[in-house]
């Protein structure tokens, strides 16, 4: 299986380019390119149609689809059209973000022993969260109220997905599609700024 940081190629009319996955958001792959290469925006002129070549340790695959966006910096979006996501790891990528969340329960028989509490994420993504347990009830069902770094607030419900012994696991319920991009974009930049700060260590590191 893929995940993000893992260097694949994107076959554009027959010409296939080296990528770097930066993360997943549904159907969309976000993925890094070089910029200096000619080759990419003279394909994309002539065809969106792509085909996004995993390699994984289980053999190559290849996911049809298409490029729905590339901006003039090292971006690319690629949307697979298969019906499943073969290969890759996840359907929404996650990031270590350190986020202040309320957590408050909503169900009734949670009322009489839980209280709403404060408390950070450990990390988030487009489709769900955790959060250090500490003494913290498990709840099965809650209400979610996260504070995005540019200080926009999400409120949304929350399904217990896991309880560990260090953290609380929850999935988001009836999330819009609006919030679910919000977060989505957060998590791809940092992800995107892991990747280029890999990429200027391992520059430094050949430099010296």
Known sequence: ???????CYIDLGGVAVAVKIVGFH????????????????ARLRETSKAHLLLCADSGKRAQRGTVIYSGAGPMMIFRTSDDAYDGLKRTHS???????V???PIAAEDFATAQMFRT???DVSAGGLRIPRDEHQALERCRLMLTLPDATKVSVLGRLNRAGAADLAYKFS?????????????VLS????FLRSAQQ???GAVEN
């Not at 996650?94 to 202040?100: E, H, I, K, N, V």
């Not at 009836?174 to 957060?186: A, V």
């Open 174 to 186: 009836l999330l819009s599609t609006g919030d679910r991009s919000r977060i989505s974009r957060f």
């Open 94 to 100: 996650r990031a270590p973000l350190r986020l202040a």
């Open 120 to 122: 950070t994420t450990v």
């Open 201 to 203: 260590r391992a520059v």
């Open 1 to 7: 299986m893929v995940s993000e940081g893992d260097d």
């Open 102 to 104: 309320l957590v408050s």
């Open 190 to 193: 940092w992800h995107i700024d």
């Open 26 to 41: 549904g159907a969309d792959v976000a993925l890094m390119i070089d910029d200096t290469d000619p080759t990419v925006n």
